[in-house]
T-cell receptor
Framework: DSGVTQTPKHLITATGQRVTLRCSPRSGDLSVYWYQQSLDQGLQFLIQYYNGEERAKGNILERFSAQQFPDLHSELNLSSLELGDSALYFC?????????????????FGPGTRLTVL | DAKTTQPNSMESNEEEPVHLPCNHSTISGTDYIHWYRQLPSQGPEYVIHGLTSNVNNRMASLAIAEDRKSSTLILHRATLRDAAVYYCIRNFGNEKLTFGTGTRLTIIP
C-alpha cells in the first residue's frame, strides 16, 4: 500500500459525458502527478501540481483539467468523453520538500481508476 | 531524448537471480536512473534509483556502468511475486517520469 488513494476504482460512462477522478496523496506529500495508461500509448504523464500550483504539463488534452485543493487532494476532470479516453488513470505523489525538481524524487502511485467509455 | 532501451521480455526461474538490463546511452552527467515496476492490475511501484555508484536496498540492487550509458537491475532471488513490467527511467529533472515500454518479467516456477 503506497498511501495514495484514488476514487472511484472503476467508472463506466457514455461518450460525451463528464467525470471527475479523485486522488488523495500520501500524508504530507505536496506534489501530485496524474498519468494515463492505455493499451496503445502506455503510461503517459498528464499534469503535475505542487502545493496547489500547476508545475508541469504533459500530453493532456484540452478537454481534461485538474486542480489541487488546499487540503492537497487533487481532482482530474475529463469532459466530452470519447471512446479513446478509456484507460487507467493513475495519481502519484512525491515527498519532495521544495518547489524545485529533485532528480532523486520518488513517486508513489495509487491503485488507479479504470475508466470505460461506452 | 529521454528514452531508455530495455528488452521487451525476459524469463527467469524462481529463486534464481535476475539481471534486467537498460541502455541509456544519451544520459547526461546529472541524470539519475530510476527503476519502477508494475505488478498486474496495480500502479507502478518504486524499486530503486542511483546516479553513479552501485546501490542496494531491500528490494534490489542497481549496478551502473562506469560510463553510465547502461545499468542493470538485479533481483537476487526471484519469486513469483516479482513477475511484473520493469521500467528503467532517466530522471533529468523535468518533473515528470517518462515511461517506456519496459521489460515484462515472467518467473517460471
Amino acid at each position: 500500500d503506497s498511501g495514495v488513494t484514488q476514487t472511484p476504482k472503476h467508472l463506466i460512462t457514455a461518450t460525451g459525458q463528464r467525470v471527475t477522478l479523485r486522488c488523495s496523496p500520501r500524508s504530507g506529500d505536496l506534489s501530485v502527478y496524474w498519468y494515463q495508461q492505455s493499451l496503445d500509448q502506455g503510461l503517459q504523464f498528464l499534469i503535475q501540481y505542487y502545493n496547489g500550483e500547476e508545475r508541469a504539463k504533459g500530453n493532456i488534452l484540452e478537454r481534461f483539467s485538474a486542480q489541487q485543493f488546499p487540503d492537497l487532494h487533487s481532482e482530474l476532470n475529463l469532459s466530452s468523453l470519447e471512446l479513446g479516453d478509456s484507460a487507467l488513470y493513475f495519481c502519484a505523489s512525491s515527498d519532495r520538500t521544495s518547489g524545485r525538481a529533485d532528480l532523486r524524487d520518488t513517486q508513489y502511485f495509487g491503485p488507479g481508476t479504470r475508466l470505460t467509455v461506452l | 531524448d529521454a528514452k531508455t532501451t530495455q528488452p521487451n521480455s525476459m524469463e527467469s526461474n524462481e529463486e534464481e537471480p535476475v539481471h534486467l538490463p537498460c541502455n541509456h546511452s544519451t544520459i547526461s552527467g546529472t541524470d539519475y536512473i530510476h527503476w519502477y515496476r508494475q505488478l498486474p492490475s496495480q500502479g507502478p511501484e518504486y524499486v530503486i534509483h542511483g546516479l553513479t555508484s552501485n546501490v542496494n536496498n531491500r528490494m534490489a540492487s542497481l549496478a551502473i556502468a562506469e560510463d553510465r550509458k547502461s545499468s542493470t537491475l538485479i533481483l537476487h532471488r526471484a519469486t513469483l511475486r516479482d513477475a511484473a513490467v520493469y521500467y528503467c527511467i532517466r530522471n533529468f529533472g523535468n518533473e515528470k517520469l517518462t515511461f517506456g515500454t519496459g521489460t515484462r518479467l515472467t518467473i517460471i516456477p
